[in-house]
């Protein structure tokens, strides 16, 4: 899927408030018997989990960066 502005709701999300948004959709869909239904919950659940890898990515090389930086500072004395 091609990158995408997050909408400002996700945007200012945590990746604990998106996960929980997931699982919501997740017991909505379990629940639904009629699948015509469940198309347009199931397609946003797709969005949402992409929105949550490209968080998770974004944290990890944050985390990574400030790793780095602190070794280098430590390897430096």
């Known amino acids: 899927m091609k990158d995408k502005i997050l909408p400002p709701e996700y945007d200012l999300s945590s990746l604990e408030e998106l996960t929980e948004k997931a699982n919501k959709i997740i017991e909505s ?5 009629d699948l015509n239904n469940s198309i347009e919950r199931y397609q946003e659940l797709l969005r949402l989990n992409n929105i949550i890898e490209k ?5 990890f ?17």
């Open 29 to 33: 869909l379990e629940i639904e018997n």
């Open 55 to 59: 968080k998770f990515q974004k944290n």
């Open 61 to 77: 090389r944050s985390i990574s960066e400030e790793t780095n930086k602190k070794i280098k500072n430590l390897t430096k004395k």
